[in-house]
Each structure stands twice: as C-alpha cells, then as structure tokens.
C-alpha cells in the first residue's frame, strides 16, 4: 500500500465494524446512501470523493443480497476514480460448498470467488482479505490477478481460551476434521487437545462415538471456526461432560446463531461461557 489516503467504507450490514475499524486504524469513513424499493431493488450511491484513493470495503456474504452489495459497491468504486481497491470480507458464506461430493453439487464458494474476480480492477489493482476461512483452499478460488490474503484470528482466540480455561484446561473441537488446528491451538497454548469422534446416523443427525483424551476432573474449552444452529457443538459439549469434564465453554471466530440458536445454547445448560469475535453481525 502506497502513501495515498486510506478511504473505508461499507455494507450496511457491516456499518459496526466500519466504525471500529476507522477508530482503531485512524482511517476516514466513506459515506454511502443506501436505499431499498418496494419491489426489492437496491440503491446506491457513493458520497465521499475518492479518486485517486486507496478504497477499503469492509462487508460479509452473509445472504445474496449482502454478496450483491459487496459487489455493486466495489464496482462503483472502482469506476469512479479509486486507486486501489481492498475488499475486507470478515465472513465469507458457502464455505461449507467449497467442493462437490455428490454428482451434480454446485460449488457455491468457488462461484462468489468468480464473482468478485469479476469486478473491475483499479489502477493499483484489487485484493481480498479473508478471515478464518472453514477451507483454506478458497483463498485459491480467486481470478483474474486478484491478490487474496487469508487472516487468522489465533491471537485473539488464544486469548479467549486462556481467558476461560485458565492455566490448566483441554482445548477440544466439535469433530476430527478441525483437528489439525485444534492441536495448533493447543501446542500455542500448552495445554492438551481432544478431539471427538462423529458417526452420522442420518442426513440430519449425527452421535458422538469417542473421544480422544481424557477429560476427566477438567475444564474443557471447545473451538470452532463457526457457531451456525450450535447442534455439534451441543453433541461435543454432552459428550465431554458425560466424559467427566467439571465445565465446558466454547469459542468461535464466526458467531452465525439463526432463528434463535444463540438462546437455544443458553437454555441448553451446557456451557459457562461462549465467546465469538464481531465478524457476523449478529455477533
């Protein structure tokens, strides 16, 4: 990034953490007149002078209609003067379709990826940062020179995790495929890893069928790279109390919580405490 100002802007989903950036960095704020018809069709309109200015665009896929902002927005930055342009995407959706299994599967990620490679580059050229992507192969999924940066949020979750289980506690996972960076974690931290093992009953359901340490007379602190309806999450938590862990909390770097999950987790009874960083907002 060269010397030129650094102009931020924003979904209106995204406006939280537009302001918390601005405030932490010493960036301007870019203004955006925002207006929805009745029959759905969004309107935009950029407010703030920005040629010949390095652009930042902070906002998430969190449903089509916010990817679509994402891109409409970044288009017309760009066609109206900006010098570079960066798209900050704290949560990036349809990672969990980063690859077909079944024949005839749509590869929703690697579809968005196409999409924002196809906005028009600045002079200085166009780049992604992603955050705590559920497949680091996503990052790969963008075209057309569009430079990606894929940021991880160890640090603040090393953090939480001291935070809840102390000095002395088992950093665990939901299931085995996060266990490789569960151990990560855990190696950081210097404290042990347990991970659980699933056998899926039906397309709906799935049953703990092990785990892999001794949790016994411990806390337990799950991670997971997100929280959506929290049912693995409860299936990992039951499954360590029964274990003999004395509590358990959780931490997640994208807290999703639709159709009242985050309450469901509460009434539950399972967990102490759980922790999510603002990249959703319904964090």
Known sequence: MNDRPILVFATESYAYLQRAICAAGGFACG???????????????IESDIAGLNVALVGGTINDADTLDIFDLACGLVSYGAHSLTLMIPYFGYSTMERAVLPGEIVTAKNRARLFSGIPPAPAGNRVILLDLHSEGIAHYFENGVAT?????KPVIVRAARRLGGEDFVLACTDAGRAKWVESLANDLGVDASFVFKRRLDAEHTEVAGISADVRGRSVVIYDDMIRTGSSLESAARAYL?????????????????????????????????????????A
């Open 31 to 45: 203004s955006i007149q925002g207006e929805t018809f009745p029959d759905g069709e969004r309107y935009h309109r």
């Open 242 to 282: 029964a274990a003999g862990a004395t509590r358990v909390a959780a931490i997640a770097t994208h807290g999703l919580f639709p159709d009242g999950a985050l309450e469901h987790l509460k009434q539950s009874g399972l967990f102490t405490q759980i922790i999510c960083t603002d990249s959703h907002p319904r």
């Open 149 to 153: 940066e894929h940021v991880y949020a």
